[in-house]
Structure formats: structure tokens, C-alpha cells
């Protein structure tokens, strides 16, 4: 079983990249925030819990992330592995998915950080409010929010796993083309290793 967590601030490309990954690879794209955001519009009462986090640029808290995450996980019992896109965003995340992954027997193969300058992400998360109808796009505020909280919060969690030698960094400004180049040479480096 093969578990990616593609890594790197709002507006790296994970989502875009993810979507190739998977099906290059033959994965499950597990994306939080997409998980988030459909049960924001089912009403579900997780989305009304969240909402309130994802309004602010706010981390929704661990434990309701977590176990969404788990119970998500559950649903595709015959996966080949996951792409994790958004998770873990901290520390205690990333413990319980290795915990969780141990239990079934199966760990995380490796983690892929795209790499984009601050300028950069704000540019293209203000851009991309006009397609994605995210509010937490459109406010330049939440946006720079969102980042600062990634820089304390979540980039921490790079660490975890540049301890246990499976971190690496992929350029992630350039064209889609040219990054999912930089990301399946490192992936493929990994599986046959
Ligand atoms: P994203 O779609 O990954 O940009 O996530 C949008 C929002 O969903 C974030 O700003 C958080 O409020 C929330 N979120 C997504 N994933 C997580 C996570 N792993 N932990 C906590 N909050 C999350």
C-alpha cells in the first residue's frame, strides 16, 4: 500500500496535483477541506462544526479532524493507498495517522512538499477565489490568516517526517506539467526503493 501526503501551504497545487497523482498512481485523493466543505453543504452537523473554523482561516480542531479523517479512510477498504491532501496540519495529526496506519498494518510511504514563495500563494489563492467561490479565498485577510497559520501550526509537521527520512521538497512554481514531473520522480524514487 502506497500513502502520499502531499504537503505545502494554501495555494501550493495540492489539490490539482493530487488529482493527476491519483490517478497515475491508483489512488484515493483524500482531500479535508473538499470533506469539509461537501458536509458544509449538506448541512451535515461536522460542517456546521467546522464552518466556523474555515470561516477564519482557523484549523477545525483535532479531534474532529481526525476522527472524519479515520472514518473517511474506512470507506475504501480494498485502496492500493491514499493521497492525503491537507492532513495532517499538526503535529498531533500526523501521530494519530501513523498510529491509525499502524494498526492496519500499513505506514506512510512518503511525504511530497510543494514549495511556493508568499507572494505567490496570495496571488493565486485571490486569483482562484473567482472559480472556487471560496470565501476563505477572496478575503486577503483570511488568506494571509491561513498562511500565517500554516507557517505555525502545520510547517512543523515537516519535521516528523524529515525524521524518519521521508520528506521531500518539489518546486512547486512552474508549469502543472513540469511540477507533476518533479513530484512522480521523487514518488517513483521512494516506491522503488
Ligand atoms: P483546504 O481546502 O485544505 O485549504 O482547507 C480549508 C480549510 O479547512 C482550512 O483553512 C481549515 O479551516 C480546514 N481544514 C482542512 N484540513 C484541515 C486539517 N487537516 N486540520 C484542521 N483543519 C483543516
Do not use: W
Not at 449538506?42 to 484549523?59: N, S, Y
Not at 482562484?128 to 488568506?143: F, H
Not at 516528523?160 to 521531500?168: H, L, P, T, V
Amino acid at each position: 500500500m502506497r500513502n502520499v501526503v502531499l504537503f505545502g501551504p494554501p495555494g501550493a497545487g495540492k489539490g490539482t496535483q493530487s488529482e493527476i497523482l491519483l490517478q497515475r498512481y491508483g489512488l484515493i485523493h483524500l482531500s479535508t477541506g473538499d470533506i469539509f466543505r461537501a458536509n458544509i453543504k449538506g448541512q451535515t452537523e461536522l460542517g456546521q462544526q467546522a464552518k466556523a473554523f474555515m470561516d477564519k482561516g482557523e484549523l477545525v480542531p483535532d479531534s474532529l479532524t481526525i476522527s472524519m479523517l479515520e472514518s473517511e479512510v474506512a470507506k475504501h477498504p480494498q485502496a492500493n493507498g491514499f493521497i492525503f491532501d491537507g492532513f495532517p496540519r499538526t503535529s498531533a495529526q500526523a501521530d494519530a495517522l501513523d498510529a491509525f496506519l499502524q494498526g492496519k498494518g500499513n505506514a506512510i510511504t512518503c511525504m511530497l512538499a510543494l514549495e511556493v514563495n508568499e507572494d505567490e500563494l496570495i496571488k493565486r489563492l485571490l486569483n482562484r477565489a473567482s472559480t472556487s467561490g471560496r470565501a476563505d479565498d477572496a478575503d486577503e485577510s483570511i488568506v494571509r490568516n491561513r498562511i500565517a497559520v500554516y507557517n505555525r501550526e502545520t510547517a512543523p509537521v515537516a519535521d516528523y517526517y524529515r525524521s524518519q527520512n521521508k520528506y521531500r521538497g518539489v518546486q512547486g512554481v512552474g508549469s502543472v506539467e513540469e511540477i507533476t514531473t518533479r513530484l512522480c520522480a521523487e514518488l517513483d524514487a521512494f516506491i522503488e526503493a
